[in-house]
């Protein structure tokens, strides 16, 4: 690696400034980001107590010599930019000279290194607390080392904000996962209190690195992108046929660098929705474009990016994953049709930009008039509400109106009421979901549960940070009929499942409910139930497309009419639309 060296402080002036160390996860990024740009192929990260009482991580890298470390704890040195022509074609993940400072100013810092070339390494020790520092010689093979014990212990209102040890943790896995995702010949680990909890040794292909990350369940379902669009490239993979409640599984990265960013999500999600809206495939995006073409040095933290243009980002990648989802012709016809490239009416990704939440682009057929005028959607407290053109006088549908006569089943997914007010659908798939919802509410709540005893136990095999969750909710998992315990590692065993959910859903529901409460922070007995009893109602509902006979549309109706709530599903979904009777008169002229 090119010698350190101070930045010229005009040149330190232009880069995005700012605080870069938050939490355990910014440090454990910082420092595999300096591991990485040091080229190093192995690189092991070790926990204490999710991170606040210790942070390890070593590499294989090209170390330093003792001059280059003791300048590298000093601020805006670094080896990795000279001059300001420099910002605009980075190539390393870091280029600031101010990670290794800034964490050793609010932690009790031990960085070891050895270059291969002098006598001996280096050891050098900070103590936020006291201030000392101390270089020793050191005896190690190449690479380097850092240790930050303590984070935060000088700074106490930093401190209080830590999260749990648990839910720092995850963030950890979640930042060793997405930058061993570009690097599939580097081997990656993690040990959490001594414990491996990611290992990820280095793999042969990029998708071999995708199961390892994903899990083998992911296998097979994974469809490649490669996409080329003027000077962008979108390559990596996205799951077909397998969806998660949350996005969780899904990482963008520029040039190899992860990013944050609405361009990708919104062009990545447009493509993914009009397949199936209902969860979120994993997507592992790599998208390569001119160093010119993108501006890294937008946020310290360098997880933002700003894209000279950002409508071909936003082609080349809905393109890409279309394709990917739906096969040759789909993409195909994108790129024939696509928004962006059909002129005039299209929404551009700088509009999704400035008008704050994204913004689908809809064609004029996919709206009738009739739903335009009057899309109500009617829970008793907003009745009448301001949003309708006109005030709706005494025609406000009452509970009582759900016994009108079921006529019938549109599209296999809505059945159809005559009622007083005029005509109302009614979502199956969320009202069974209201149904079943309070029923397992109400089992969970008096410790009653109903359970269906399964021939063969099964296993069910989960990630680290997953079965941490799993074992916190396996109370209320009982509760509600789950008959289920710790196995081995990571997996769990299952003997009994809720009667009315199917064993080939089971799975899925534990999925969900995982992904459902990992961003959770501190979790309140009654949310875990909620969240519980809310993903089960989903998995076992009966689902849309599913014809339904006229007995079992009646039963239905009559079951969510004795609901706690039959206006909205647990997710805060509608499970009613009404089209008023006058409506439809107007709509034909006939008033
Ligand atoms: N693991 C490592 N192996 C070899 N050299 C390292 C390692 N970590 C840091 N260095 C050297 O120390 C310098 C300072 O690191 P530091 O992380 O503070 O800044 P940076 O990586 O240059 O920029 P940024 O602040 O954007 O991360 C680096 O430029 C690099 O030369
Ligand atoms: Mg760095």
Known sequence: MARIHVLPSDLINQIAAGEVVERPASVVKELIENSIDAGATTIDVLLENGGRKRIEVRDDGSGMSRDDALLAVERHATSKIRQFDDLSHVRTLGFRGEALPSIASVSRFLLTSYDGAEEHGVEIECDALTGRREVRPAARDRGTTVVVRELFENVPARRKFLRSADSEFRSV???????ALPLHRRSFRLEHNGRAVLDLPAAATLRDRVIQVLGDEAAGYLEEID???????????????????SRRNQYFFVNDRLVRDRVLTHAANRAADSFDFDGHPAIVLFLHIDTEGVDVNVHPAKTEVRFRDSSTVHVVVEHGIRRALGGAEEGGTLLREGPSLSGGQA???????????????????????LFQQRAVVQPPHAMGAATLPEPMVDESPQLGDLQGRVIGQYRMSYILIDTPGGLRMVDQHVAHERVLYDRYFARAAEREPVTQHLLTPMLYETGAAESAVLESHLQELHAVGFLMERFSGNSFAI???PPELLKSDAETFLRMLVDASIEERSPHLLRVREKVCASLACQAAIKVH????????ARLVAELL????????PHGRPIIVDIKHIDIERHFHRK
């Open 347 to 369: 929404i551009l990704p700088a509009q999704i930009a400035q008008a704050g939440s994204p913004v689908l682009h809809r064609t004029a057929t996919e709206f009738t008039p």
């Open 495 to 497: 003997s009994a499942v």
């Open 173 to 179: 896995v979640t930042v060793v996962s997405s930058y």
């Open 546 to 553: 599913r014809a339904l006979s006229g007995e079992e549309m």
């Open 562 to 569: 004795d609901s706690s709530n039959p206006y909205a599903c």
């Open 227 to 245: 996409e080329r669009y003027e000077t962008a490239h979108a390559a990596g993979f996205v799951t077909r046929g397998l969806r998660f409640a």
